[in-house]
Structures are given as C-alpha cells and as structure tokens.
C-alpha cells in the first residue's frame, strides 16, 4: 500500500506542531497548509487520504474550503475532519452541512484526534 497523506489546514503554528508530534509516530506523511485558499490548492495537488480542517483560517474559512474540496470531483470523496474551538451550538451541524465527515472540538485530546484519524485511515 502507498503511504497514507494527511493534509492539516490550520494557521496556527502551535497546534500543526502538536499534530505533527502525534502523528509522527505513524505511517503517514503529513501536508501542511496555513490558510483556507492553500488547503484547497494543495488537496487538489496532493490528493490527501485525509483532511484535518480548522474552521477559523485567514483568506478562506474552513467552512468554504470544505464546501469548495466538496463540490470539486477530484476532492469530493476525501473525507475531512473540521476541527474548531468555537464549538456553538449548531456548529457541528454548520461543519456536516459544508460536507464534513466529522467534528471535533478543540480542546480535544491526542487520543480523540488519533482515533477519529483511524476511523477513516483503520491501516494507520
């Protein structure tokens, strides 16, 4: 099997780092991107077998991106994970609306995030 991708839209470098550690222990390539319009960019050159989207992203929102990789048949089918710390009431509908596959509140544990990645990538 070739090497699982996944890509990580967020802007804050804190938290790609947190990311990175705890997936540097598995079998995966992680792609980064800092904002909303090089999420998409990026998903639509690399193919991801995942996405971790943040919603609150500088030049596009996580929201408009996952609508964007959605309606974009060479993206549609990646499954992507919106992670957000403004976690509302009806945010996590807003999230399965644009077309997430799940939701994740921050502040969510290593362990919550690692299992809701091996929920789309069970060979991880």
């Given at each position: ?24 222990r ?7 991107a ?15 077998d ?13 929201l ?6 959605k ?23 807003k ?17 919550e ?6 929920q ?5």
């Amino acid at each position: 099997m070739s090497e699982r991708k996944i890509l990580y839209v967020e802007d804050n470098e804190y938290n790609r780092k947190i990311v990175r550690q705890l997936l540097s222990r598995s079998s995966c390539r992680l792609i980064e991107a800092a904002d909303g319009e090089a999420g998409v960019a990026i998903a639509q050159s690399e193919l991801p077998d995942l996405i971790l989207m943040d919603v609150q992203l500088p030049k596009m929102s996580g929201l408009d991106a996952t609508r964007r990789l959605k309606a974009d048949a060479s993206t549609s089918s990646i499954p992507i994970i919106v992670i957000t710390s403004y976690a509302l009431s009806g945010d996590r509908e807003k999230a399965m609306g644009a077309g997430a596959s799940s939701y994740l509140a921050k502040p969510y544990s290593p362990s919550e995030l690692l299992a809701m990645v091996k929920q789309f990538l069970p060979d991880l």
